[in-house]
């Protein structure tokens, strides 16, 4: 479980936060809901480590955190980028295993092994050798799913993974989500579509603008 507490972030004399608090629960899907500039991808990016956080509690799974600016750096989120920032000079595998082999010196071979395990796990057993470029946005995606899935994350964070895509490839992004809460997994969605988010969430957290 995930609560925070007396969460605190502006930018500027914009305030984002002011005493916000929330549990997200495991094994759920929460959806974060709003407006842009509503302050749901700042709330994902601070939890996954990527944003300073002005002040908060943070506990997680029993463990407390006090943060005063500075970085939740826990690395218990997996992020999945709206623009999925895949590398486009390296095969799908190579994505994959990148971050793992130089960030947290797991062996080529065990990085390799795992990728391919994910690759098929997402439908995607064929296309470890193939570019970005090459690949469809629902595929994309979900390369982009695997690449955060390849450090064990506790939690698997999504920015706005509907966005620009049809409504059938809506559709399977939905079901991958679903398909990941199956497994157990604890995710977090934010969006702007409504109609997404009940057909994905267990809770929805509406953020709303300052």
Request: hydrophobic share 40%.
């Amino acid at each position: 479980m995930l609560e925070i507490k007396n969460l605190n972030k502006k930018f500027g004399d914009k305030v984002i936060f002011d005493q916000f608090n929330y549990t997200f629960n495991d094994n759920e899907v929460t959806a974060i809901l709003g407006p842009s500039g509503g302050g749901k991808t700042t709330l994902l990016r601070m939890l996954a480590g990527l944003e300073k956080i002005d002040k908060a509690t943070i506990i997680f799974n029993g463990k407390v955190f006090e943060l005063e600016n500075e970085f939740f750096d826990q690395n218990i989120l997996g992020f999945v980028f709206q623009d999925f920032q895949l590398f486009p000079h390296k095969t799908v595998l190579e994505n994959l295993i990148l971050s793992p082999v130089q960030s947290q010196k797991v062996s080529k071979k065990n990085a390799i092994q795992k990728a391919n395990e994910l690759l098929a796990r997402l439908d995607l057993a064929d296309f470890g050798n193939v570019y970005p470029f090459s690949l469809s946005g629902g595929q994309k995606q979900r390369v982009a799913l695997a690449r955060a899935m390849m450090i064990d994350p506790e939690i698997i964070g999504y920015d706005e993974p509907t966005s620009a895509l049809d409504s059938e490839l809506r559709d399977q992004v939905a079901d991958l989500i679903l398909e990941n809460r199956a497994f157990g997994t604890t995710q977090i969605v934010v969006t702007h579509d409504p109609e997404f988010a009940q057909k994905i969430a267990d809770q929805i957290l509406k953020v709303n603008l300052k």
